[in-house]
Protein backbone atom coordinates (compact mmCIF):
# COMPACT_ATOMS: atom_id res chain seq x y z
CA UNK A 1 0.00 0.00 0.00
CA UNK A 2 0.87 3.39 -0.76
CA UNK A 3 -0.53 6.65 0.77
CA UNK A 4 -0.02 10.00 -0.35
CA UNK A 5 -0.19 13.67 1.48
CA UNK A 6 1.21 17.15 1.33
CA UNK A 7 2.29 17.27 4.90
CA UNK A 8 5.27 14.66 5.06
CA UNK A 9 4.74 14.75 9.24
CA UNK A 10 1.22 13.11 9.46
CA UNK A 11 1.79 10.94 6.21
CA UNK A 12 4.69 9.66 8.23
CA UNK A 13 2.59 9.01 11.23
CA UNK A 14 0.00 7.09 9.18
CA UNK A 15 2.26 5.03 7.62
CA UNK A 16 3.50 4.04 11.41
CA UNK A 17 0.17 3.40 12.56
CA UNK A 18 -0.83 1.22 9.21
CA UNK A 19 2.94 -0.73 9.93
CA UNK A 20 3.39 -4.30 7.66
CA UNK A 21 4.91 -2.65 3.96
CA UNK A 22 2.98 0.46 3.54
CA UNK A 23 5.14 3.23 1.50
CA UNK A 24 4.83 7.07 1.80
CA UNK A 25 4.19 9.00 -1.26
CA UNK A 26 4.60 12.69 -0.62
CA UNK A 27 3.99 14.98 -3.13
CA UNK A 28 0.63 18.11 -4.22
CA UNK A 29 -1.70 16.29 -6.25
CA UNK A 30 -2.85 19.76 -7.20
CA UNK A 31 0.29 19.85 -9.05
CA UNK A 32 0.37 18.54 -12.24
CA UNK A 33 3.97 18.17 -12.91
CA UNK A 34 4.88 17.08 -9.53
CA UNK A 35 2.50 14.45 -9.78
CA UNK A 36 3.59 12.84 -13.12
CA UNK A 37 6.97 13.13 -11.71
CA UNK A 38 6.17 11.69 -8.36
CA UNK A 39 4.54 8.36 -10.08
CA UNK A 40 6.91 7.78 -12.99
CA UNK A 41 10.24 7.48 -10.54
CA UNK A 42 7.88 5.17 -8.25
CA UNK A 43 7.01 3.13 -11.02
CA UNK A 44 10.55 3.30 -12.25
CA UNK A 45 12.24 2.78 -9.14
CA UNK A 46 10.28 0.75 -6.66
CA UNK A 47 7.42 -1.05 -8.69
CA UNK A 48 3.53 -0.83 -10.33
CA UNK A 49 0.62 1.00 -9.28
CA UNK A 50 -2.44 -1.69 -9.56
CA UNK A 51 -5.25 0.39 -7.67
CA UNK A 52 -5.57 3.86 -7.67
CA UNK A 53 -7.86 5.28 -4.79
CA UNK A 54 -8.61 9.29 -5.49
CA UNK A 55 -9.43 10.85 -2.33
CA UNK A 56 -8.60 14.29 -2.32
CA UNK A 57 -11.10 16.73 -1.47
CA UNK A 58 -12.23 19.92 0.49
CA UNK A 59 -15.26 21.68 1.67
CA UNK A 60 -15.94 25.28 1.46
CA UNK A 61 -19.25 26.35 3.02
CA UNK A 62 -20.90 29.90 1.97
CA UNK A 63 -23.89 31.47 0.01
CA UNK A 64 -23.14 31.21 -3.73
CA UNK A 65 -23.56 35.16 -3.94
CA UNK A 66 -20.64 35.42 -1.46
CA UNK A 67 -19.12 32.47 -2.17
CA UNK A 68 -14.96 33.72 -2.34
CA UNK A 69 -13.15 33.39 -5.94
CA UNK A 70 -10.22 32.10 -4.42
CA UNK A 71 -11.96 29.07 -2.99
CA UNK A 72 -13.99 28.70 -5.89
CA UNK A 73 -10.13 27.69 -7.33
CA UNK A 74 -9.21 25.77 -4.50
CA UNK A 75 -11.90 23.19 -4.81
CA UNK A 76 -11.83 23.04 -8.37
CA UNK A 77 -7.94 21.79 -7.98
CA UNK A 78 -7.99 19.93 -5.24
CA UNK A 79 -11.37 18.17 -6.06
CA UNK A 80 -11.15 18.22 -9.77
CA UNK A 81 -7.48 19.03 -10.78
CA UNK A 82 -5.86 15.80 -8.68
CA UNK A 83 -8.18 13.27 -10.01
CA UNK A 84 -6.91 14.19 -13.15
CA UNK A 85 -3.50 14.91 -12.47
CA UNK A 86 -3.17 11.58 -10.66
CA UNK A 87 -5.68 9.56 -12.64
CA UNK A 88 -3.83 10.50 -16.02
CA UNK A 89 -0.23 9.56 -14.55
CA UNK A 90 -1.07 6.17 -13.68
CA UNK A 91 -3.55 5.68 -16.28
CA UNK A 92 -0.32 5.68 -18.68
CA UNK A 93 1.46 3.02 -16.70
CA UNK A 94 -1.41 0.75 -16.46
CA UNK A 95 -2.34 1.38 -19.96
CA UNK A 96 1.21 -0.16 -21.29
CA UNK A 97 0.37 -3.40 -18.98
CA UNK A 98 -3.04 -3.26 -20.07
CA UNK A 99 -4.65 -3.62 -16.50
CA UNK A 100 -5.78 -1.41 -13.53
CA UNK A 101 -8.37 -0.23 -11.06
CA UNK A 102 -9.12 3.60 -10.63
CA UNK A 103 -11.30 4.19 -7.69
CA UNK A 104 -12.46 8.32 -7.49
CA UNK A 105 -14.30 9.32 -4.93
CA UNK A 106 -17.38 11.24 -5.75
CA UNK A 107 -20.21 12.64 -3.25
CA UNK A 108 -23.98 12.45 -3.15
CA UNK A 109 -23.36 15.47 -4.33
CA UNK A 110 -22.68 14.47 -7.56
CA UNK A 111 -26.88 14.04 -8.11
CA UNK A 112 -28.16 16.57 -5.30
CA UNK A 113 -27.39 19.66 -3.90
CA UNK A 114 -28.24 21.99 -0.94
CA UNK A 115 -27.71 25.65 -0.13
CA UNK A 116 -24.36 26.84 0.61
CA UNK A 117 -22.27 24.53 -1.49
CA UNK A 118 -23.10 25.04 -4.77
CA UNK A 119 -19.27 24.70 -5.93
CA UNK A 120 -18.50 21.37 -3.99
CA UNK A 121 -21.68 20.07 -5.97
CA UNK A 122 -20.20 21.20 -8.91
CA UNK A 123 -16.76 19.77 -8.45
CA UNK A 124 -18.48 16.28 -7.27
CA UNK A 125 -20.61 16.38 -10.36
CA UNK A 126 -17.42 16.64 -12.52
CA UNK A 127 -15.71 13.88 -10.65
CA UNK A 128 -18.74 11.99 -12.19
CA UNK A 129 -18.57 12.59 -14.90
CA UNK A 130 -14.77 12.24 -15.53
CA UNK A 131 -14.73 9.21 -14.14
CA UNK A 132 -17.10 8.01 -16.78
CA UNK A 133 -14.65 9.80 -19.46
CA UNK A 134 -11.88 7.52 -18.10
CA UNK A 135 -14.12 4.08 -18.21
CA UNK A 136 -14.83 5.60 -22.18
CA UNK A 137 -10.77 6.19 -22.98
CA UNK A 138 -9.46 3.34 -21.19
CA UNK A 139 -11.78 0.39 -20.95
CA UNK A 140 -10.61 -0.56 -24.07
CA UNK A 141 -6.61 -1.69 -22.40
CA UNK A 142 -8.31 -3.49 -19.55
CA UNK A 143 -8.63 -0.96 -16.84
CA UNK A 144 -11.85 -0.15 -14.91
CA UNK A 145 -12.35 3.15 -13.62
CA UNK A 146 -15.25 3.89 -11.45
CA UNK A 147 -16.34 5.63 -8.58
CA UNK A 148 -17.50 5.89 -4.75
CA UNK A 149 -20.58 8.11 -4.17
CA UNK A 150 -20.58 8.64 -0.12
CA UNK A 151 -23.92 9.85 1.20
CA UNK A 152 -23.51 11.95 4.85
CA UNK A 153 -20.58 9.99 6.88
CA UNK A 154 -19.86 11.43 9.92
CA UNK A 155 -15.94 12.80 9.23
CA UNK A 156 -13.91 15.22 10.40
CA UNK A 157 -15.32 17.14 7.20
CA UNK A 158 -18.54 16.88 7.84
CA UNK A 159 -17.78 17.70 11.91
CA UNK A 160 -20.02 21.30 11.92
CA UNK A 161 -22.86 19.30 10.21
CA UNK A 162 -22.72 16.69 13.02
CA UNK A 163 -22.35 18.76 15.50
CA UNK A 164 -25.65 20.70 14.11
CA UNK A 165 -27.99 19.32 16.02
CA UNK A 166 -31.16 20.72 13.51
CA UNK A 167 -29.18 19.41 10.55
CA UNK A 168 -28.56 16.09 12.14
CA UNK A 169 -32.11 16.09 12.57
CA UNK A 170 -33.11 16.62 9.24
CA UNK A 171 -30.72 14.26 7.58
CA UNK A 172 -32.05 11.51 10.35
CA UNK A 173 -35.23 11.98 8.82
CA UNK A 174 -34.55 12.47 4.95
CA UNK A 175 -32.06 9.07 4.50
CA UNK A 176 -34.36 6.39 4.88
CA UNK A 177 -31.37 4.40 6.75
CA UNK A 178 -32.41 7.20 9.58
CA UNK A 179 -28.60 7.94 10.47
CA UNK A 180 -25.45 9.17 9.17
CA UNK A 181 -22.69 7.05 7.39
CA UNK A 182 -19.92 5.06 9.07
CA UNK A 183 -16.86 5.22 7.85
CA UNK A 184 -16.26 1.94 7.47
CA UNK A 185 -18.71 1.00 5.08
CA UNK A 186 -17.25 2.34 2.44
CA UNK A 187 -14.64 -0.05 2.85
CA UNK A 188 -16.84 -3.03 1.07
CA UNK A 189 -17.68 -0.63 -2.03
CA UNK A 190 -14.04 -0.04 -2.33
CA UNK A 191 -13.13 -3.52 -1.96
CA UNK A 192 -15.47 -4.46 -4.21
CA UNK A 193 -14.17 -1.71 -7.29
CA UNK A 194 -10.83 -2.50 -6.85
CA UNK A 195 -10.75 -6.51 -6.75
CA UNK A 196 -11.50 -8.89 -9.73
CA UNK A 197 -15.69 -9.26 -8.89
CA UNK A 198 -15.73 -5.67 -10.77
CA UNK A 199 -14.17 -6.84 -13.87
CA UNK A 200 -17.06 -5.77 -15.78
CA UNK A 201 -17.96 -2.88 -14.19
CA UNK A 202 -16.78 0.20 -15.56
CA UNK A 203 -17.62 4.08 -15.52
CA UNK A 204 -20.23 3.55 -12.74
CA UNK A 205 -21.34 5.93 -9.11
CA UNK A 206 -21.99 3.81 -6.55
CA UNK A 207 -24.05 5.10 -4.30
CA UNK A 208 -23.37 4.42 -0.71
CA UNK A 209 -25.51 6.70 0.96
CA UNK A 210 -28.36 5.00 3.39
CA UNK A 211 -30.98 5.24 0.53
CA UNK A 212 -30.89 9.78 0.33
CA UNK A 213 -30.72 9.20 -3.25
CA UNK A 214 -33.57 7.03 -3.72
CA UNK A 215 -36.04 8.81 -1.64
CA UNK A 216 -38.11 11.88 -2.12
Wanted: aromatic share 8%; proline share 3%; charged share 20%.
Amino acid sequence: MVLNGRNREKLAEVTSIMGGKTRQLAFDVTDYAEARCTIDSFEREVGAIDILVNNAGIQHRSPLENFPEDAFQQLLKTNVASVFNVGQAVARHMIARRMGKIVNIASVQSALARPGIAPYTATKGAVANLTKGMATDWAGYGLQCNAIAPGYFDTPLNAALVNDLSFSSWLEKRTPAGRWGRIEELTGACVFLASDASSFVNGHILYVDGGITASL
